[in-house]
């Protein structure tokens, strides 16, 4: 590596990248007592709180695919984070940034760091710490934030009879990354351009999280999969699943776009949506369903949890058995994209 | 990639290897509601602190040499964390991992999570976050803290006429990891093996930073080396920095290992050594110096602030140039490994 290629120190990438002045929130406000600049951040909690705490990292060729706009990789790598607090009910409030970059190329940092810090503005988070190191493209973003004392939505808590729901639509980025990979080959149209907006740009649902918490008895959130994260819902409660695949909601680009099967397929194992999976007691949904409309967000009851283990999928009363079983980043690379 | 290569899926994995079961501590000691396995962990922070939060990758070939023990590597991946928050004089409490790694190799993961976790122990942290990707190398902890509010240690808090001292002796571990990395050749001996066991095993100054609280005005951590970090500091709290070369404390094994001049040089601009640079004004060194005497921990006065700018060094009386400014990951890859 010769220095007149790097022509940025960490330091000075830091500050120029990706320290934006502060909005109108304060120190107060934000709770950031100490931010970017000393070794570590210091960070006030509100009154009565826990902290909540989630990391995730992206990685060129596994998460995203080669060549594409960082604009895309920066919000990515963020709101999978978001979704994470998401699915915890949790307000997020801060973000710190380990990223791992072949060299300290201005323009893509500068498409990175907006995509990144356009979706933090959005929800109000803070980013308080960073590091940059030179190797391959590696993003990690740990994101911080908080609940009320007690009222987290965890994974292992829902009831024997609650309602299975899912926010948004499925499979849409499963579809997205399929068209954006050239696989099948598709006529460019609005409805593939759509999908692969909503694998480029997920939408994590904080604002919903939020709504739910004290509704809804168990959350997480969609990132390998139904087919891969119903079951851990299911095994961390100690209940069985049943899907009524037919139920599954999909987008109006997604019926444009292939075939009922294909859609289907996807919305069954496709990875990151970033949609949530909430379990529900019956006599709630109809307020769960509420708190979403009000969010102009669709939700909709796909299954139920009962007594027992497994996930049964049917579809218009049958036996219904998913192609592939969810994403798993060690041993099932096939389901998405593969190195 | 083939399945059959990665028999371990990425929950099984993490379980496997990563989760401890709880010693003695309990929930209500350890802060931990909830740790892994659900979207995001909860936590519990002391009362009437503020929240400490640092986080630090390390990346094959950048911080540590092809072929480094496993063991090594999750040591040190946490030990650059918990130097940072030892800095802060913040009580290390919660980890979360992001690692990319090739292979989900058993034998490495085992001789990885080994060195993490008996380093974690040993501090009292719990890990309550992970992910894993396939990928190049990269390994990035974020590690959180406490401190009781308002007494975080910052860097840009120093007073003219404070006295600026460092703990342990510097250039060990630049003088190791040349050794290790076989440049210059040197005869095997004990001093060497002592030498490149400090590079391989850095040790944070947690409990010193602890002790500080209250007694030193600012404290930063050695990542980058003397010449590389006082700057910082000196800029941060608007002063200039004076230092007397001849003062840097050196070990036996660098004595024993090398000329005085080498050693000096590594004392100077080496990185690595995770040592403590603290201002103290000159009437409160004593009670400095006592506190890391109960710690067995050597701490010398290397020179003074002053109002100014910029860091001059003296040796012997004389001005002195270091030879070069301290390791910066994009600028001067050329005084640590280079890729």
């Known amino acids: 590596m010769k220095a007149a290629a790097h022509p940025l120190g960490e330091f000075e990438l830091i500050r120029r990248f990706f320290v934006r002045q502060p909005k109108a929130r304060g120190a107060a406000e934000s709770g950031v007592i100490l931010g970017i600049g000393d070794d570590a951040a210091v960070l006030s909690l509100p009154p009565d709180t826990e902290l909540i705490a989630a990391v995730d990292s992206i990685v060129a060729g596994r998460h995203f695919l080669p060549g594409t706009d960082a604009r895309s990789i920066g919000h990515r790598a963020l709101a999978v984070n978001l979704s994470d607090l998401a699915a915890m009910g949790a307000t997020p409030a801060w973000a710190t940034l380990a990223l791992t970059l072949p060299s300290a190329d201005a323009h893509w940092l500068e498409r990175f760091s907006a995509g990144l810090l356009d979706l933090a503005d959005e929800h109000g988070v803070a980013l308080v710490g960073g590091d940059t190191t ?126 009922a099967s294909q859609a289907r397929e996807w919305a069954v194992a496709a990875g990151d949506d970033y949609e949530l999976l909430l379990a529900v007691p019956a006599a709630r949904f109809a307020e769960l369903a509420a708190a979403a409309s009000r969010l102009n967000l669709r939700l909709t009851a796909v299954g139920e949890l009962q007594a027992g283990s497994g996930v049964t999928w049917s579809l218009d009363g049958r036996d219904f058995q998913p192609a592939c079983g969810g994403y798993d980043h060690f041993a099932q690379a096939s389901t998405q994209i593969t190195v």
């Open 134 to 259: 030179q190797g391959p493209l590696t993003v990690s973003v740990q994101l911080l934030g908080h609940v009320p004392r007690g009222m987290a939505l965890r994974r292992d808590t829902a009831h024997d009879g609650d309602l299975l729901a899912v926010t948004g639509t499925l499979g849409d980025a499963g579809a997205g990354l399929a068209f954006a990979s050239g696989r099948p080959a598709a006529i460019a149209s609005e409805a593939t351009a759509a999908l692969i907006q909503r694998f480029d740009y997920p939408s994590p649902r904080v604002q919903f999280g939020l709504a739910a918490r004290g509704i809804a008895s168990a959350v997480m959130d969609l990132s390998d999969g139904l087919a891969g994260d119903l079951p851990k819902l299911a095994q961390a409660s100690g209940l069985a699943a049943r899907v009524a695949v037919e139920r599954l909601p999909l987008s109006d680009a997604m019926r444009l776009a292939v075939s």
